[in-house]
């Protein structure tokens, strides 16, 4: 008997990440019996591919050379083989698939192909309960697909990690970037060094939010209250082996010269004379720093057997080198001009340090400042300027620039949604992001490694809500990490993401709910049409004028009927941080018949923006005399979550001017207004 689908389609929107190249048949591959499972493997990768044989629900036994019929054969072949991915630049991880009435063959020129070739083959025959015949070649477009998991903001454990390898693996992901050091805590055993883990891991505040915004002091393992935790150097290997069994490649960060204020507090030796409070930068003028350095990355390198070593590199304030006599000294010694220069320095020693051990640094963007150490690669998240820059001077870069892959923004509207550290990253902006865009010169893009989306902690606490922030996001990474943007459609994608969540949630994860995912702020999605569209406005400058990075649309932005979307950051909201909050004046250029006149704004307490607390408005016939239409009083309450809400007047009146006043609350902070509506 030969199964066949309810409706045919040229090509069933099964497989995630989209393959390259696929036909269908109708027919399908009986499967009454057992499938013949020969792998041209042995020992590890024989035991690798076995189990991922098996994960994909089909029955099966194993033969010892290639089955004739009922066949479902893993092969290893010369690239001449791979027919359409011959030449691919993918063909390492690359498969091709043909699934006839003998059977299946997949053929790889490697093990990870073969992986990639059975998650494909479980992706179709866990949704269709059958196979249907037909031809896949597959092959991904980067070669680095990532997720960084931070640990130190708030612990993961290792059954934690794992279960988010799994799900890496079947959507073809490749590297794990752990964020192991930060100021929040420690989080890998170091031998040399104990008072990392039995002191810098350890805090008595569960959530970062108190710990960051009172002492931020650490507490002594085992003592009383003390929340945090670290890997051990056997479970790091543990991690390291089950990822590699899933051809996941574990990427360790260890943080400097900046976000060591974990290490100072373990170490305060490290500290720059006249060191100031609450300041995590190690001090690069004294010899001890790189002793400890290097002794800790002799440590991960013998747990980590990655390529790439990341010595994170961002945000160091550079104070401290300053004033510090050592750092001084180093300078002038070296010749370094300036604290980049010193941080420079620093990169250097460390990348020739691990070089010299047969390792490559990879470090945030501002590595680039002050001269990149010559094989470093880098990764871009404040932008893709950085990463741009590194490809154009012939570095590698990872891409994982901030406004499409830092998920730590909500996902869907805020008030739905736990609290975070703010912002919006739907689904949808994080599919849309192409690391190599058309505009981007071929000689640069041939730099691009791949990309990575990162997943910073603050506000995670739950291992439930890591999950949620990270599936399904994670998995538009994976697609824009190996799909040709040719097959690239939102819509369909969708489809896919929706059946893996529940998949996900029937297997006990805790994703993000697609299907029932609110969406954008409705009033963004379509522009308002009022009376004042188009009107000019006069600021009162600079008491009550925009901020340079709000300025959305300047001048225009609060009459040109587009509305702000759920984050402040879009270039809809302008934010005023005048101390004096808005005071426009909008002329209609006639006396106009005017029922009413409204404004939204948006609060978040987090990063500082405020309700107003007080809106008056007010009209004029001439612009001389105004007459007060409302004035409104608000008790502007600090909460969690992000709100909105709108202040405007309804009545009856004649004017040609309108005043829109709106306060700053005691919290001062920005006031954020979209659009002012005149009907
Ligand atoms: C970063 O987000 N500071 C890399
Ligand atoms: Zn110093």
């Given at each position: 008997m030969v199964a066949t689908f309810g409706h045919s389609h040229a090509q069933p929107n099964t497989i995630t990440p989209?393959?390259?190249?696929?036909?269908?048949?109708?027919?399908?591959?009986?499967?009454?019996?057992?499938?013949?499972?020969?792998?041209?493997?042995?020992?590890?990768?024989?035991?690798?591919?076995?189990?991922?044989?098996?994960?994909?629900?089909?029955?099966?036994?194993?033969?010892?050379?290639?089955?004739?019929?009922?066949?479902?054969?893993?092969?290893?072949?010369?690239?001449t083989e791979m027919g359409l991915i011959a030449n691919s630049e993918g063909i390492a991880e690359g498969y091709v698939m043909d699934i006839t009435t003998k059977g299946v063959t997949i053929k790889a020129t490697t093990y990870a192909g073969?992986?990639?070739?059975?998650?494909?083959?479980?992706?179709?025959?866990?949704?269709?309960?059958?196979?249907?015949?037909?031809?896949?070649?597959?092959?991904?477009r980067f070669e680095y697909r990532g997720i960084l998991v931070d640990i130190s903001r708030h612990f993961r454990t290792k059954e934690f990690l794992m279960r988010q390898i799994d799900a890496m693996a079947e959507v073809k992901m490749n590297r794990l970037h752990l964020h192991l050091t930060d100021a929040a805590g420690w989080r890998i055993e170091i031998e040399g060094y104990p008072r990392l883990t039995s002191f810098a891991a350890w805090r008595t505040p569960h959530t970062w939010k108190e710990w960051w915004y009172g002492e931020r002091s650490y507490a002594d393992e085992g003592s009383e209250g003390a929340y945090g935790g670290y890997l051990t150097k056997e479970e790091a290997r543990e991690i390291v082996a089950y990822a590699a069994d899933r051809y996941i490649t574990v990427i360790p960060e260890i943080e400097m010269p900046g976000h060591s204020d974990e290490v100072l507090a373990a170490y305060p030796e490290l500290r720059c004379t006249q060191q100031p409070e609450r300041q995590g930068d190690l001090c690069i003028g004294k010899e001890a720093t790189f002793e400890m350095m290097q002794?800790?990355?002799?440590?991960?390198?013998?747990?980590?057997?990655?390529?790439?070593?990341?010595?994170?590199?961002?945000?160091?304030?550079?104070?401290?080198?300053?004033?510090?006599?050592?750092?001084?000294?180093?300078?002038?010694h070296e010749g370094l001009e300036s604290v980049d220069e010193l941080q420079s320095y620093m990169i250097h020693r460390i990348e020739e340090y691990l070089n010299t051990r047969g390792r490559q640094i990879i470090g945030w963007d501002e590595i680039l400042e002050g001269g990149l150490a010559p094989n470093a690669t880098v990764m871009s998240w404040r932008g893709e300027e950085g990463g741009r820059a590194a490809a154009a001077a012939g570095h590698n870069v990872v891409m994982s620039p901030h406004g499409y892959c830092y998920i730590d923004a909500p996902q869907d509207a805020p008030y739905s949604q736990p609290e975070s550290i703010g912002g919006y990253l739907p689904l949808e902006k994080v599919y849309s992001y192409d690391p190599t865009p058309e505009n981007m010169d071929e000689a640069v893009a041939e730099y691009i490694l791949g990309v990575q989306a990162n997943l910073w902690a603050e506000f995670i606490i739950t291992d439930d809500h890591y999950e949620h922030m990270l599936w399904p996001r994670a998995i538009a990474i994976a697609e824009i990490g190996w799909s040709d943007p040719k097959h690239k459609d939102y819509t369909l994608f969708r489809e896919r993401a929706i059946a893996i969540v529940d998949d996900m949630i029937e297997r006990g994860y805790s994703p993000f709910d697609l299907k029932n995912e609110i969406g954008n702020r409705p009033e963004s999605l379509t522009p308002v049409n009022h009376l004042a569209i188009g009107k000019p406005v006069s600021y009162l400058y600079p008491s009550h004028y925009y901020g340079p990075q709000y300025a959305a649309a300047g001048d225009k932005s609060l009459t040109d009927g587009l509305r702000g979307t759920w984050t402040y950051a879009d270039n809809r909201w302008q934010g005023f941080l005048g101390r004096g909050g808005v005071d426009v004046v909008i002329d209609?250029?006639?006396?106009?018949?005017?029922?009413?006149?409204?404004?939204?704004?948006?609060?978040i307490c987090g990063p500082g923006v405020f309700m107003p607390c007080r809106v008056e408005i007010w009209g004029s016939a001439d612009g001389q005399n105004y007459t007060l239409l409302t004035d409104i009083e608000h008790e502007v309450v600090v909460d969690e979550l992000p709100s909105f809400k709108t202040f405007g007047w309804r009545g009856s009146t004649e004017a040609r001017y309108i005043r829109y006043k709106a306060h700053r609350s005691k919290y001062s902070g920005f006031l954020f207004v979209d659009e002012i509506i005149v009907r």
């Open positions: 989209a393959p390259l190249h696929s036909v269908w048949q109708e027919r399908c591959l009986e499967l009454s019996k057992p499938l013949n499972l020969y792998i041209t493997a042995t020992g590890e990768e024989l035991k690798r591919l076995s189990s991922a044989a098996k994960a994909t629900g089909l029955k099966l036994r194993g033969v010892s050379r290639p089955a004739r019929s009922n066949a479902l054969n893993l092969i290893i072949v010369e690239p073969l992986y990639y070739g059975l998650q494909s083959l479980r992706q179709i025959y866990q949704k269709h309960n059958a196979l249907r015949l037909g031809h896949i070649s597959d092959a991904p002794s800790i990355l002799d440590e991960i390198i013998e747990i980590f057997p990655s390529e790439y070593i990341h010595i994170g590199g961002d945000e160091a304030t550079k104070t401290s080198w300053v004033e510090c006599e050592d750092c001084q000294r180093r300078m002038c209609l250029e006639e006396v106009t018949h005017i029922e009413s006149i409204e404004a939204d704004f948006m609060q």
